[in-house]
């Protein structure tokens, strides 16, 4: 079996969001504990880091949290891990692979013609690359596979 999906996911999913939130907690907890009095001036310094939480968390909920843990290829089927649910898939009942590199954290998402433990798609985040912009050949490859099991079971 070969992994497919990043090293880092962990990061991304668990170590990240107690950054972002516990960095914002603590300056929020300075600015309220440290303005002496209630005034117009000290408004954004409270206001802030309550709207970056409720963006942070928005967008984490929408492009992070939702991502497998890990998903390693084995033959002509993947298996994907996420906490402790696991479910083998046949590459071809993957419909479509599509690859965002430009985001972060790199973003495959595969839509199934069959819904699974996970739904109807699953996400995993793409190894990292060092080039940016570069697209990832493992991902190319894992695309190339899946149009072939296709056209195999027709």
């Not at 170590?15 to 001036?41: E, H, K, Y």
Request: charged share 25%; aromatic share 16%.
């Amino acid at each position: 079996m070969r992994r497919i999906s990043s090293g880092w996911t962990f990061f991304y999913k668990r170590v990240f969001p107690v950054i972002w939130f516990g960095f914002l907690a603590v300056f929020l907890a300075i600015s309220f504990f440290q303005i002496p009095q209630w005034n117009r001036a000290a408004l954004p310094f409270l206001i802030m880091p309550i709207i970056m939480m409720g963006f942070g968390y928005y967008f984490m909920q929408k492009f992070v949290f939702d991502l497998a843990d890990e998903v390693w290829e084995d033959g002509d089927s993947l298996v994907v891990k996420n906490r402790d649910r696991q479910e083998r898939i046949d590459l071809a009942d993957i419909k479509n692979v599509n690859y965002s590199a430009l985001t972060s954290p790199p973003r495959v998402t595969l839509s199934l013609r069959r819904p699974t433990i996970f739904g109807d798609q699953v996400a995993f985040c793409a190894p990292v690359r060092v080039v940016p912009f570069a697209t990832s050949p493992l991902i190319n490859d894992l695309i190339d596979r899946v149009d072939d099991a296709r056209e195999r079971r027709k």
